[in-house]
């Protein structure tokens, strides 16, 4: 359990972290998103006690991360940069963290198992592939056992079978009851794996959401369905929670909350020939995109003035486009 | 909690209960710095080349003024005023550097390879991180300090033997000159931890200490003689050698005196690394 209030990090005259309030919670897979420099890497470093906070607080279990007397088996963390000597082979480096709460050499072997490392685990880190030091990062995060495993952009450089594997243990991981708090400035990454998602933007909270509830709230899975008679599809289509659109004078429809199938089924029941049934996925990446750049026009508006208004004209021809 | 993929209840206590205690202590960071100062190659290399210059210099010095002794010169040059001690210790100067640049390694190279992360995600309290790293430096650098000022005392005895400065280990300051010599090195060791956790940058962190031990000294001489004998005895290297120097010259310190002023000079340093350790961002 994460539980940020109000947390703030400025550096110098920049707010890399604005007033965040946000809730992770244990047993499932929280995606943390948003552009490049909106402040996530600097959350998980506010999160581990890395930086101090400017302002607010940012607690994990209950507590300042600080304070708890095992923080490895409390918070488990890959952060963005390497975190490794490179003059150092992975076991050492292992051991080392290890050593400092007591962890017994089982516990790092399984680790080095665990992440598939056992080839290289006795070889210098500074020889090793992006991959490898990925690997590396999360056997070090695991190595407590945490209550809590914070990952930032985890499968950054990592060839589709280490995403696989990455997102299978993510998954893992929340179904023993963790709490997993992965960042990504990719939707289509992040909603594979993330059941909550907690969106951000220029350092500010943009979105607390499911993936579910962003799908609806962008327009939801629709349905286009061209059919001889639209105007009696409508009436046999109709029911709660069933959303019909359609211009005048078109064949076509937009149906949401009804799956392609049944549509079919019924239109056949009713004798209404369809000429097209096609569903419409609404892409999570433009869901996304419309989310934060909603947050630049708000900056544009006040403070950000040029940056801003570039970025506005550029949300315009998305939006258009969309 | 209502999440979407909902954790299966029996799943979750068995990882629960089975959870092994941990718990971070003073004695296990200082476990851990040990291995992580023992696991890299640097600390060889810089430990080695501190051991060869205490003893091959020492040797060298030793060799030397037997050899201008039984020709039967006057000794002149470096060796005037020599004796079987100063010989021995000839390459405490350049242990010195090799011990001190250690010391810079040890805390501002896990800056410059972002180590640091790692470590003080283990440990966030974080001066206990600081305080085991100067342990383990002084420790190891007063052993190496110690042995090889012991050894190149003794090896170099051999050349000695029967020039006017021969002395054997009970006479008056001997033992006090020779670990005093490794007490130093140690000491410096620790002010290279310091100096690399204030400027966290290898480069700075080596250039400072350069400057302290070696430039400052100089730059000292060239002051008014008034002034340069109410600062010169205080800096560190002068305070040094007043704690493992045989005889002192009438305007340096006691080496009591030096050991305390060298001690101020250390303490101050490692002050100043906690408070930016404890102050500023990792």
Redesign the interface.
């Known amino acids: 359990m994460i539980e940020a209030y109000q947390l703030t990090k400025r550096y110098g005259e920049k707010t890399a972290v604005d007033r965040l309030d946000f809730t992770v919670?244990?047993?499932?897979?929280t995606g943390f998103l948003g552009p490049n420099g909106a402040g996530k890497s600097t959350t998980m470093?506010l999160i581990?006690?890395?930086?101090?906070p400017t302002g607010g607080t940012v607690t994990v279990g209950g507590r300042r991360?600080?304070r708890?007397?095992?923080?490895?088996?409390e918070?488990g963390?890959l952060?963005e940069?390497?975190?490794?000597?490179?003059?150092?082979?992975a076991y050492?480096?292992l051991?080392?963290?290890?050593?400092?709460?007591?962890?017994p050499r089982r516990r790092v072997e399984e680790v080095i198992e665990l992440t598939g490392l056992g080839s290289v685990a006795r070889k210098r880190v500074g020889a090793f592939s992006l991959g490898m030091g990925q690997r590396l990062g999360i056997a070090?995060a695991l190595l407590?056992?945490p209550a809590t495993v914070i990952l930032d952009e985890p499968v950054n450089g990592l060839d589709p079978e280490g995403v696989l594997w990455i997102r299978n243990l993510l998954?893992d991981l929340?179904?023993?009851?963790?709490t997993v708090f992965v960042s990504s400035h990719l939707m289509s990454e992040i909603s594979q794996v993330a059941?909550?998602l907690i969106i951000v933007g220029r350092g500010r909270l943009l979105a607390d959401t499911?993936?579910?509830d962003l799908v609806r709230q962008a327009g939801g899975d629709s349905v286009k369905v061209a059919s001889a008679d639209p105007g009696r599809l409508r009436e046999v289509l109709a029911g709660p929670g069933v959303e019909i659109t359609g211009r005048a004078g078109s064949e076509e429809l937009q149906v949401t909350g009804l799956s392609a199938r049944t549509i079919g089924i019924r239109a056949a029941e009713a004798g209404i020939a369809l000429f097209e049934l096609t569903p419409q996925t609404v892409s999570l990446e433009q869901a996304f995109m419309d989310i934060t750049s909603d947050a630049v026009e708000y900056h544009g508006s006040t403070t950000l003035g040029r940056r801003a208004a570039g970025e506005a004209d550029a949300t315009e021809k998305s939006g258009s486009a969309a | 909690?209502s999440?979407?993929?909902?954790?299966?209840a029996p799943?979750?206590s068995p990882?629960?209960s089975e959870?092994?205690?941990?718990?971070?202590?003073s004695w296990?960071?200082l476990?851990?710095?040990w291995?992580?100062f023992w696991?890299?190659?640097?600390t060889w290399i810089t430990l080695g080349l501190a051991l060869l210059f205490v003893l091959a210099f020492g040797l060298i010095a030793a060799a030397r003024y037997a050899s201008q002794s039984e020709a039967g010169r006057p000794v002149e040059g470096h060796f005037a005023g020599a004796t079987a001690v100063s010989l021995a210790l000839f390459g405490i100067s350049f242990g010195q550097l090799a011990l001190g640049v250690l010391g810079v390694l040890v805390t501002a190279?896990?800056y410059s390879?972002?180590?640091?992360?790692?470590t003080?995600?283990?440990?966030?309290?974080r001066l206990p991180v600081l305080w085991s790293k100067a342990a383990v430096l002084a420790l190891v650098a007063l052993a190496v300090g110690g042995v090889g000022a012991f050894v190149s005392y003794k090896a170099g005895s051999h050349f000695l033997s029967g020039t006017p400065v021969a002395l054997s280990l009970s006479s008056d300051g001997v033992v006090r000159s020779l670990l005093g010599g490794g007490v130093y090195l140690a000491l410096v060791g620790v002010i290279g931890i310091a100096l690399g956790a204030v400027l966290r940058s290898v480069a700075g962190g080596v250039a400072v200490l350069v400057a302290v031990l070696l430039l400052i000294p100089g730059l000292v001489a060239l002051l008014p003689s008034d002034w340069e004998q109410d600062l010169g005895p205080y800096l560190p290297s002068n305070a040094g050698e007043s704690m493992y120097g045989l005889s002192q010259s009438s305007d340096a310190l006691s080496p009591g005196a030096g050991l305390a002023v060298l001690l101020c000079w250390t303490l101050l340093a490692l002050a100043g690394a906690a408070y930016r350790l404890m102050r500023s961002?990792?």
């Open positions: 919670r244990p047993g499932a897979v470093r581990i006690g890395l930086d101090a991360y600080a708890h007397a095992a923080p490895l088996q918070v963390a952060l940069a390497r975190a490794v000597h490179p003059g150092r082979t050492a480096h051991m080392a963290q290890a050593h400092t709460h007591g962890i070090a407590g056992d998954t929340a179904a023993e009851g963790r059941d909550h499911t993936v579910h | 909690m999440t979407v993929t909902q954790a299966p799943d979750e990882v629960r959870r092994p205690v941990y718990k971070v202590t296990r960071v476990r851990s710095e291995s992580k696991s890299l190659r640097s190279g896990e390879t972002g180590t640091i992360r790692s003080l995600a283990a440990v966030p309290r961002d990792a």
